[in-house]
C-alpha cells in the first residue's frame, strides 16, 4: 500500500482500498506526520486494489479504483437532500491532482461514526447461512420458508461495529448502536439508510438491475453537526448488484460486484496464511463485470 507523491498534498492514511491525503504542509506537532486533524478538504483516492474476506488481494483489479469512483459521484449525484462529504473543486483552494483525477474525490473531513449501516433487501451471503440455521438474520426473525436470494418482505437494517484496519467488523444489534451513538444519531443513520436504499433500489431497477444489499458511512459534519454521507456510496465494492434478468429466470448468481473473486479465493483457499494470487481470468472477468455495471446504472 505505497502512497503517492502527489504535488500538493501529504499522504495520511490508507485503507484496503482507498487512500487519504491532506493539503501540503500539514504537519504533527513533531513536524514531519500527516495529520487528518484540523484540514478543511481531503482527498480520497480509490486504488485498483481489492479486498475479501479482510485481506487485500493480489494483483488488483485493473481501473477498478477509477469505477468506483465515477459510480460514487453518480450515486451522489441521484441521492438529492441526502448531505454528502463531497466538495466542489471549483470552491476549494486546492486542486485535484491530474495523476489521479479519474479517481479522486475531495471532501470535507468528517467525525465518523463507528457503525457500518448494512440494509439488506434480500436473502443472500451470511444472511442466509443464518437464516437457515436459526430463521434470523443479525438477530432479527423473518417468515419461515424463504429461500436463497428471496427478496425480503421489507428491507432490514443490520448495523456493524466498524473494526480497525486487519481486523473483523462485528454485527451489532440496533440496541447497541444506541449505547455507541446515542439514541438521535442511531436512528437517523437507521432511517438513512434504508430511506438510501429505497431510493435507490428504485433506480437501479429501472437500468434492469437488482441491488440486494449495500452498506453505508455516515459521520457528523464537523461545523454543524449534521449526519452526512461519506466514503463510497453504493458500489460494486460496498453493495451487491444482480442481473434483473437473469434474477427472474432463476439465476441468483450473475453478480455485478466481487463475487467472482470471494467464490474463487473460497474454492482455493482456507483463509490461514496469505492468500494466493488472483488468476489473470478471475481478475479479467472481475473488471468485466464492474464495467459492465456502470455501463448500465449510468448509461455511459
Same mark, same amino acid.
Given at each position: ?16 482500498v ?25 482527498? $480520497? ?14 494483483? %488488483? ?24 462529504h ?7 483552494? $486546492? ?49 419461515? %420458508?424463504?429461500?436463497?436470494g ?27 448502536? $444506541? ?10 443513520? &437507521? ?6 436504499? &429505497? &431510493? ?8 434492469? $438491475? ?28 460496498s453493495?451487491?448488484?444482480w ?19 470471494r467464490?474463487?479465493l ?35
Open positions: 500500500m505505497s502512497a503517492l507523491d502527489l504535488p500538493g498534498w501529504s499522504h495520511a492514511y490508507s485503507g484496503k482507498r487512500d487519504l491525503y491532506v493539503p501540503a504542509p500539514v504537519v504533527d506537532s513533531v513536524g514531519d506526520v500527516a495529520t487528518l486533524d484540523d484540514t478543511s478538504h481531503l482527498l $480520497v483516492v480509490a486504488s485498483d486494489r481489492v479486498s475479501a474476506y479482510d485481506h487485500v488481494l493480489e494483483p %488488483g483489479i485493473p481501473g477498478k479504483g477509477a469505477l468506483l469512483t465515477q459510480l460514487s459521484l453518480w450515486w451522489f449525484a441521484q441521492l438529492d437532500g441526502v448531505p454528502n463531497l466538495v466542489a473543486p471549483t470552491t476549494a483552494p $486546492v486542486t485535484l491532482p491530474e495523476q489521479v483525477r479519474d479517481r479522486a474525490m475531495l471532501v470535507a473531513p468528517l467525525d465518523m461514526y463507528p457503525v457500518e449501516c448494512v440494509v439488506r433487501g434480500y436473502l443472500v451471503g451470511s444472511g442466509w447461512a443464518e437464516y437457515r440455521e436459526h430463521g434470523t438474520v443479525c438477530g432479527i426473525a423473518l417468515p419461515a %420458508g424463504l429461500q436463497s428471496d427478496r425480503l418482505p421489507e428491507p432490514i437494517y443490520t448495523p456493524a461495529y466498524k473494526a480497525p484496519l486487519g481486523e473483523h467488523d462485528e454485527n451489532i444489534s440496533y440496541e447497541r448502536t $444506541v449505547e455507541l451513538v446515542g439514541p438521535e444519531v442511531a436512528a437517523a443513520l &437507521r432511517d438513512t439508510s434504508l430511506e438510501i436504499y &429505497r &431510493r435507490a433500489a428504485v433506480v437501479a431497477e429501472a437500468r434492469g $438491475v437488482v441491488l440486494a444489499d449495500t452498506k453505508f458511512e455516515f459521520g457528523a459534519d464537523r461545523s454543524t453537526g449534521a449526519l452526512t454521507l461519506g466514503d463510497e456510496v453504493l458500489t460494486s465494492d453493495s451487491r448488484y442481473d434483473a434478468e437473469a434474477y427472474s429466470s432463476g439465476d441468483r448468481t450473475a453478480s455485478f460486484d466481487k463475487q467472482i473473486v467464490d474463487w473460497s474454492a482455493n483457499w482456507d483463509g490461514e496464511g496469505t492468500p494466493p494470487e488472483l488468476p489473470a481470468e478471475i481478475v479479467e472477468r472481475t473488471a468485466a463485470r464492474y464495467r459492465e455495471l456502470i455501463e448500465r446504472l449510468t448509461g455511459r
